[in-house]
């Protein structure tokens, strides 16, 4: 198992880590984790900046990633939007809300493309690549990258249900939890990328089944590793938990 | 690489998307559509107020309590758009007040809540045995009809299954236009003759003043909750203020209309057929003119407003356990989500349901009228004295910062509200024991009371042992899903579930 996958195809194995390979998540939840995650990986690298709640576009060169390159065109196209003489930036809340929803665009169609009714349409083409669809395509498939995910068919009462995506693998989409459970066992430090990945799972309530295994105490340890976050991270995920929060609330 | 949109589209995709997801008036008026449940009110609590109270002016109760209600939403409304924070009345208590009032304020609102969802077990209970056995030949104890309906709402609270909100809206305006239809027609019915006694101001400065109060507040449960939807309202401003007067007003209206022509059919037995008959009473007076079909078609709205009125306010305790969970006013487990569900804060729920149930079946007491109607009842009051706080609350808040608020927004009218609610509060519960059908300092005379003067104490020391062990926690009391105290992770705490808290 590739263990440098990006964060948010990490999230999205380990919320689809269940025997039929459907969301732990509700879709809601799953496009808050994918939203934070894909932010996550673009403040990462330094393609935007987050400060008191605002996003600011930094001009960096332009990422090779097709997703990460899809949300920064948008956030660009965005950006030329806002009101000359308001802030700079954008909220971050409704950046995560707008790519947790449904459509294109959003977190989940970026990463697994757009199923359309019975057919199976990857993303929109941009040049000669596809853009979309990141855990299909991989970039370019290949053998050396072979899809995490792949379309299936919900089975239904009234006869043939809705499409999804599932793990390609289902064994592979437990080992980015598996990674952090053991570690913490060991009693080892988690990285930045698995401490952001589990914070994502508590924040979306994915814990309950990626850290079950964890005893209390290695909880506890992990609660103490989590203040060593970078700072600008755990903002994030604070406001992720701010959205969250609000969509219970709501419904 | 380069995109393949060569022009800047003109309107951002986000603010337009963003706005698709909000609700408008329409929206918020049916969210809180169930948890009003007009045909309870009018076939369930009118016709079990007239058997127990005997009180006649129960339409003017309702109109005054309507009219209260419409001054006190001018400053409530102008707070709520200040302080967009789902758990209201406590919100608002927490930065006008104080915080520790604020956190009893928050119990006393979670008790009251349970009332009206539990007295739903016993009306559904009491009226749906007698309908199991017309239907299937099989006699069955109130208590297996509310078991079964618990079941519904545990399953749907465990597994997240949210009734589709088009279900809830049919059900609603089925069950309006079902209460419009019926009145009418026993209006059009021969010999019939309005009766002016129901309307008689008198009746306000009657002895039994304040039950009619208190059974207005039981009619009105729910309508506080318009401003809870502040946050994810398309235009706020408008569209709040719009669903929670036009709401007040459209059901208010509905409600006086109803009950008047109920007293007014009735006639002289009027007392005597609401004892017996019950919530047949408002169906067998319309069936004279449209037949026996009203009668079981109105049973069947009836249940099925019970269930969507059971499934509202199972929620609404859900989520405003999970807010108060977020902030650790009550424990952190309550504030997390499974699978981005509050699962804890509702099996809670769904625990106490399963224990008055048992409590009342085994105890053998009657659930009509010592469940629902002292349930509804109780949670009427707990209403009118959240209203009272929060009125208080307005007042206090502009007091501090008039901000750009009009004089009659932020002082005048929660004025008046205040001091009229505070003498409705006084006759209230020097009427209790009229409008609960005991003698008084027995029963619910005194348990409705307590229960909330505990709660209300309990919550005032907790808040206090907050600030004193978890200052962190105490500071973010009522500041919702941006408070510190709700923050996720580390910068300054510790992250415990779907929530932060720095």
């Known amino acids: 198992m590739d263990t440098s996958l990006p964060l948010a195809d990490e999230f999205w194995l380990s919320a689809h880590n269940r025997p039929d390979g459907y969301s732990l998540l509700k879709d809601r939840a799953l496009g808050i984790g994918l939203g934070t995650a894909l932010l996550a990986e673009l403040l990462w690298v330094d393609h935007i900046r987050l400060s008191d709640g605002l996003l600011f576009l930094t001009g960096a060169p332009w990422p090779a990633d097709d997703a990460l390159f899809e949300l920064l065109v948008l956030m660009y196209e965005e950006e030329q939007l806002l009101p000359r003489h308001g802030p700079a930036g954008q909220k971050v809340i409704d950046w995560i809300s707008f790519l947790a929803g449904d459509g294109p665009d959003r977190a989940r169609s970026l990463l697994e493309g757009t199923l359309q009714g019975g057919r199976y349409a990857p993303g929109r083409e941009i040049g000669s690549s596809y853009a979309g669809g990141r855990i299909i395509h991989r970039g370019r498939l290949s053998r050396r990258n072979p899809p995490l995910a792949i379309p299936h068919q919900r089975r239904s009462l009234l006869g043939r249900g809705a499409w999804v995506h599932v793990p390609a693998h289902i064994n592979d989409a437990g080992w980015p939890s598996a990674r952090i459970t053991t570690t913490l066992q060991r009693g080892e430090p988690l990285d930045a990328h698995h401490l952001t990945l589990a914070a994502l799972y508590i924040v979306t309530g994915l814990d309950r089944d990626t850290l079950n295994p964890l005893t209390s105490g290695e909880r506890a340890m992990l609660q103490d590793q989590l203040i060593y976050l970078p700072a600008v991270l755990g903002e994030l995920i604070d406001h992720a938990g701010s959205v969250m929060s609000k969509q219970v609330m709501t419904g | ?502």
């Open chain 2, 1 to 502: 690489m380069q995109s393949t949109s060569s022009t800047i589209p003109r309107e951002s995709r986000l603010s337009t998307a963003l706005a698709e997801d909000r609700i408008g008036a329409f929206g918020i008026g049916l969210s809180i559509g169930s948890s009003v449940a007009p045909l309870t009110v009018v076939a369930g609590v009118v016709t079990t107020a007239l058997a127990v109270t005997r009180e006649p002016g129960i339409s003017i109760g309702i109109l005054a309590v309507g009219v209260l209600l419409l001054v006190f939403a001018v400053g409530y409304l102008a707070m709520a758009r200040r302080i967009t924070n789902a758990g209201a009345f406590y919100a608002y208590v927490a930065q006008s007040i104080g915080k520790p009032l604020a956190v009893g304020v928050a119990w006393v609102a979670l008790l009251t809540y349970n009332a009206f969802q539990l007295a739903s077990y016993g009306g559904i209970g009491a009226i749906g045995a007698p309908l199991f056995s017309d239907w299937f030949g099989t006699s069955v104890p109130w208590w297996t009809i509310a078991l079964i309906c618990w079941l519904i709402v545990a399953g749907l609270g465990i597994f997240d299954i949210g009734v589709s909100e088009k279900v809830l809206a049919v059900l609603v305006i089925a069950e309006t236009v079902l209460v419009l239809l019926y009145s009418i027609a026993i209006v059009t019915t021969p010999g019939f003759h309005f009766s002016a006694t129901p309307l008689a101001i008198d009746n306000l400065w009657g002895p039994g003043a304040g039950v009619l109060v208190a059974i207005g507040f039981t009619a009105f449960a729910g309508l506080e909750q318009a401003a809870a939807y502040a946050e994810e309202a398309r235009d706020a401003r408008r569209n709040v203020s719009r669903a929670t007067y036009a709401t007040i007003s459209i059901v208010g209206l509905i409600y006086v209309f109803a009950a008047t022509v109920i007293y007014s059919a009735a006639g002289n037995q009027v007392y005597d057929r609401a004892g017996a008959e019950g919530p047949d009473l408002f169906f067998n007076l319309a069936a004279g003119q449209l037949g026996s079909w009203s009668v079981h078609a109105g049973h069947v709205l009836f249940l099925t407003s019970l269930l969507a009125a059971m499934i509202a306010f199972h929620n609404l305790i859900s989520r405003y356990t999970f807010s108060l969970g977020r902030e650790g006013v009550l424990a952190r487990m309550f504030g997390r989500t499974v699978g981005g569900a509050p699962r804890n804060a509702s099996l809670a729920q769904t625990a106490v349901g399963i224990v008055v149930i048992a409590v009342y079946a085994w105890s053998g007491w009657d659930p009509l009228v010592k469940l629902f109607f002292w349930g509804g009842s109780a949670g009427g009051i707990g209403v009118l004295l959240l209203v009272t706080v929060t009125s208080i609350a307005v007042i206090a808040y502009f007091a501090r910062d008039p901000q750009d608020e009009t004089l009659w927004r932020r002082a005048v009218a929660p004025t008046i509200a205040t001091v009229v609610l505070l003498v409705v509060v006084y006759l209230t519960f020097r009427n209790s024991p009229t409008l609960f059908g005991v003698e008084p300092w027995t029963g619910p005379v005194v348990a409705v009371p307590a229960a909330y003067a505990i709660a209300l104490v309990l919550g005032i020391c907790w808040a206090l042992v907050l600030r004193s062990i978890r200052p962190e926690v105490y500071d973010g009391i009522g500041l919702g899903a941006d408070s510190a105290a709700a923050s996720a992770t580390g910068s300054g705490g510790r992250m415990e579930g779907a929530g932060t808290h720095r």
